[in-house]
C-alpha cells in the first residue's frame, strides 16, 4: 500500500478506460449472481436464462456468437433455434 497523503491507494478505484469499467462490471454482476445461486440455485438459474434472453435480444439474435460450454447449452435451450441460412 502507498501513503498518498490523506488517501492510500487502496482507496482509489478509479477505471483507466470504458473498457476497464464495463469489466469491472460485469465481474461484480458474476460474483453476484454466484451469492445468488449459494442461496437459491433456481432463482439464479432463472436470472442467467433471462439475461441470456434479453443480452439476445439486445444484440440482435447474436448472443450464441459470443458463448460456449455450459452457457451456449442454456442459451440453445431457451432461445429459439437460430435461422437456417
Do not use: K, N, S, Y
Not at 460474483?31 to 442467467?48: E, M, N
Amino acid at each position: 500500500m502507498t501513503d498518498l497523503g490523506q488517501l492510500d491507494d487502496t482507496d482509489i478505484d478509479l477505471a483507466i478506460d470504458e473498457g476497464e469499467a464495463d469489466a469491472r462490471r460485469a465481474t461484480e454482476l458474476a460474483a453476484r449472481l454466484r451469492r445468488v445461486a449459494a442461496q437459491d440455485p433456481d432463482l439464479a438459474q432463472d436470472l442467467v436464462e433471462g439475461l441470456i434472453v434479453a443480452l439476445d435480444q439486445a444484440m440482435g439474435g447474436t448472443i450464441r456468437d459470443h458463448l460456449d460450454g455450459p452457457a451456449l447449452g442454456v442459451a440453445d435451450r431457451v432461445l429459439p433455434a437460430p435461422e437456417q441460412g
